[in-house]
């Protein structure tokens, strides 16, 4: 079936220091979301991508999609406290579901 | 903003009993709400999808007679878990999308831990 990984599982950075996670789809997307849950909370959306190679840039965030339309990558720059939490990737379902699928997270300590 | 309200945002109950879920869109309309259980540590598992004025659909492995999902309305969906074991704890969040296409971001409610004794 169709499956989103996510790696790594777990990332310990020092403030200051970037961090990037990868998400690889076995199916090509039509879209991929980011969504960041901080501990304790709910998801909550940080992006789409849509085309094919594309980049966006949110600050200290750039969120890529690979040109084939599988891979994606978030990439936070000089991190800080305040971005700890899991980072999760979704494609829509294939079939042209309303559902997402999501990968397992990556999740991000920062040592102050 | 699509603000998506959950409650209660914990319960405890003894085994054997119910608990319902309600889940509410605030701002927006949304015929379809989707219920997903996140265990510790892991990622989100879809549920089932609920569709407002007809059955909801239940993922693979997902007891529909366990887990009774009603849409009433365009802005209530509710999880009811029935004779809740330890096992079904968890926490449990709804999420809606304010508008209905299949790139539309999701927007989650507060989710629901629950705690079965």
């Known amino acids: 079936g169709q499956q989103v990984m996510q790696i790594p599982q777990y990332q310990h950075v020092q403030e200051g220091e970037d961090f990037t996670t990868y998400c690889n789809s076995s199916?090509?997307?039509?879209?991929i979301q980011w969504y960041k849950q901080r501990p304790g909370g709910h998801p909550v959306f940080l992006i789409q991508l849509v085309k094919s190679g594309e980049v966006k840039k949110q600050k200290r965030l750039t969120f890529q999609f690979g040109e084939a339309k599988k891979n994606s990558s978030l990439h936070i720059t000089a991190t800080q406290t305040t971005d700890v939490g899991t980072y999760f990737c979704?494609?829509?379902?294939?079939?042209?579901?309303?559902?997402?699928?999501f990968g397992k997270g990556t999740k991000l300590t920062v040592n102050p | 903003g699509a603000v998506v309200s959950q409650h209660p945002s914990r319960v405890i109950c003894k085994s054997g009993t119910s608990v319902k879920i309600e889940c509410r869109s605030l701002?927006?309309?949304?015929?379809?709400m989707f219920w997903y259980r996140q265990f510790p540590k892991q990622s989100l598992m879809l549920m089932a999808t609920s569709n407002e004025g007809s059955k909801a659909t239940y993922e693979q492995g997902v007891e529909k007679d366990k887990f009774l999902i009603n849409h009433a309305s365009l802005t209530l969906s509710t999880l009811t878990v029935t004779s809740a074991h330890p096992e079904d704890s968890s926490f449990y969040i709804c999420?809606?999308?304010?508008?209905?296409?299949?790139?539309?971001?999701?927007?989650f409610g507060n989710g629901t831990r629950l705690t079965v004794t």
């Open positions: 199916t090509t997307l039509s879209n």
């Open positions: 999420s809606a999308k304010e508008f209905s296409s299949y790139n539309s971001p999701l927007h």
């Open positions: 701002d927006f309309q949304a015929t379809t």
């Open positions: 979704a494609g829509p379902k294939q079939g042209g579901s309303e559902k997402l699928v």
